[in-house]
């Protein structure tokens, strides 16, 4: 049972482009969540998502970010006119249930020059 | 293969009782340790450590790492109710971040 994938791992963009991020959760899993990793905090919380549902966005910017979870295929997070301060690490997790153990990904890097 | 390994998987205690929570890692390049407490919506930072035997306190909570052993622990005194949660510990390694699987507590009154 391969793990949470996430890609591509590094993504280079210029200020103005889009940033697409994707998310295919482990087998069975029907809950994704999005994180951003931030220098010396941690994971914050961005956007949880039930297939084709957005259960949880409160974390998310309300400008710029958006995220899906499509009946079929991986879980999006999608950043438009990227900004250098959106240069960090997007981590995944899926879980089976909302009280379940998260699994996370390896993370995305994103780079804005 | 770098990992993150966490123990034991799940800990039931009563309340007033302390706890150790474990972490190893087999990672090149480390960087820091990091410490989540993980209830319904989202993991909350706890601690990070990058140095050995500098224990970090917060509250009932506190945290030490050995870089020569290669693992830390935390450490939950005169546990709660609230207390119940998954700990999660994490590895940042280079420019990658790797987490344990998970400690789940569960404190009964």
């Known amino acids: 049972n391969a793990g949470v994938m996430q890609n591509?791992?590094?993504l280079v963009r210029r200020r103005g482009q889009e940033a697409r991020l994707r998310c295919s959760p482990m087998k069975g899993h029907s809950h994704v969540y999005w994180y951003r990793q931030l220098p010396e905090e941690g994971l914050k919380f961005m956007v949880y998502l039930q297939k084709e549902?957005?259960?949880d966005e409160s974390g998310m910017p309300k400008e710029r970010f958006?995220?899906?979870?499509?009946?079929e295929g991986p879980s999006i997070l999608r950043i438009q006119q990227v900004v250098r301060g959106d240069s960090a690490a997007y981590f995944c997790a899926s879980s089976p249930g909302v009280t379940d153990t998260q699994y996370f990904?390896?993370?995305t890097r994103l780079t804005v020059l | 293969e770098d990992k993150v390994v966490q123990s034991p998987l799940s800990l039931v205690v009563h309340e007033g009782d302390t706890v150790t929570l474990n972490c190893s890692y087999e990672v090149t390049n480390f960087r820091?340790?990091?410490w989540y407490k993980q209830e319904k919506?989202?993991?909350t930072f706890l601690f990070m450590l990058t140095s050995s035997g500098i224990e970090k306190?917060?509250?009932r909570l506190s945290s030490i790492l050995d870089k020569k052993e290669l693992f830390s622990i935390l450490n939950i005194t005169a546990t709660q109710t609230g207390d119940s949660a998954i700990y999660l510990c994490a590895v940042t390694a280079g420019n990658q971040?790797?987490?344990g699987t998970g400690t789940s507590l569960t404190v009964i009154p």
């Open chain 2, 32 to 34: 820091s340790l990091l």
């Open chain 2, 97 to 99: 971040f790797y987490f």
């Open chain 1, 66 to 71: 958006s995220a899906e979870f499509p009946k």
């Open chain 2, 57 to 59: 306190k917060s509250g």
């Open chain 1, 8 to 10: 591509p791992r590094h």
């Open chain 2, 41 to 43: 919506k989202a993991p």
């Open chain 1, 53 to 55: 549902n957005i259960i």
């Open chain 1, 105 to 107: 990904g390896p993370g």
